[in-house]
């Protein structure tokens, strides 16, 4: 049995816009723009590097128009509690 804490987490839909493929020179990885269903308008979109790996280990890439779904994790370290909005009464009224 593990004694590590599970994380945290939250999954959001999201669609693949488009597939952007750098320029040959740069050397850099062709990127996927997801957009995050759920997201503040100005920050919905993400681009993240269009490498996948599917159950049986083969790399895959991400087409335009794929339904995905976007997973952010954290630690419990660095998450808080929220408090349950619950009706209390007023010590005032009492």
Not at 14 to 25: D, L, M
Not at 38 to 46: K, P, Q, T, V, W
Not at 60 to 71: H, I, R
Request: glycine share 6%; no cysteine; hydrophobic share 35%.
């Amino acid at each position: 049995m593990s004694s590590a804490k599970a994380k945290a987490s939250t999954t959001l839909p999201g669609k693949v816009e488009k597939v952007i493929h750098p320029h040959p020179s740069t050397g850099e990885p062709e990127k996927a723009q997801i957009a995050v269903e759920g997201a503040d308008h100005l920050y919905r979109e993400i681009g993240v590097p269009n490498t996948l790996t599917d159950a049986s280990g083969q790399k895959v890439k991400l087409k335009e128009g794929a339904e995905v779904e976007v997973t952010i994790e954290a630690d419990p370290v660095v998450t808080k509690a929220v408090l349950q909005n619950t009706q209390r009464s007023n010590p005032q009224n009492a």
